[in-house]
């Protein structure tokens, strides 16, 4: 299933074991049968026609969204060699630790909020009737050191465009990982028919402006005196990305 897909339902039962699973990431076949408090059969109707729409996975008794969003990459630079791939739920810790400490210094707020919703959610990858999320992680023997996330709303009138916001630990920036994160979700983002991805940051991080004006973003408007950082009052710069 593309995360770009409104899932559809035939009947009730086949909803609620979705919801279950979506809003839990990852659940155990015999957790979600008990809590959606349905009989065997009909639990199996409902869970054989999502498996026959691609909507979810069954891995040997435990259930997971089945998103294809792209496949596994490996670079190497610098005789560094790092895997960028579709996040999945076993990258929640090294997920929110990596945006934690890319935000800590208090001027990537949206990575921030980022990083509270997953928390808040306790699932990496949404997809529902309302909205979808995706990652990319960057990982170097299989510890996340990056991410590139898309905020997908499900509106119809908002589907063309998504929030963005990527980043890497810095102790492994300089190496071109941040560029081949942002290459992923761009990539992702076209393919799936998007005009339009955001992005917005602080006036004061102009390494972060000038990251982004490097890979074709632009100032798209200002918000004067919008977020509060140490007790200072400070522009909001709206940033986009559009394809042509």
């Not at 909205?131 to 170097?140: C, L, W």
């Amino acid at each position: 299933m593309d995360a770009v897909e409104r899932p559809t339902f035939e009947t009730t039962a086949a909803m609620e074991v979705y919801q279950y699973v979506e809003r839990h990431g990852t659940a155990a076949r015999h957790r979600v049968r008990e809590m959606v408090d349905l009989s065997p059969e009909a639990f199996e109707k409902a869970l054989t026609h999502l498996l026959s729409k691609g909507y979810i996975e069954d891995d040997g008794g435990t259930l997971t969204l089945a998103l294809d969003v792209g496949s596994v990459e490996e670079h190497t630079t610098d005789g560094l060699t790092y895997t960028i791939r579709p996040a999945h739920n076993d990258d929640f810790e090294g997920l929110v630790q990596t945006i934690r400490n890319v935000s800590s210094d208090g001027t990537y707020v949206v990575a921030e909020s980022v990083a509270e919703q997953l928390l808040y959610e306790d699932a990496v990858t949404r997809h529902n009737t309302v909205e979808s999320r995706v990652f990319f992680v960057a990982t170097v023997d299989g510890e996340v050191i990056g991410w590139c996330h898309l905020d997908i709303p499900q509106l119809d009138k908002l589907r063309e465009t998504a929030q963005l916001t990527v980043g890497v630990r810095e102790e492994q920036r300089g190496q071109g990982i941040g560029s081949q994160l942002m290459k992923r979700g761009l990539d992702w983002a076209k393919a799936n028919g998007y005009r339009k991805l955001y992005n917005s940051v602080p006036a004061i991080t102009e390494n972060a402006m000038v990251f982004l004006e490097d890979h074709g973003w632009h100032t798209e408007g200002i918000r004067r005196n919008h977020y509060t950082v140490d007790g200072e009052q400070v522009d909001e710069v709206m940033m986009a990305y559009t394809f042509d």
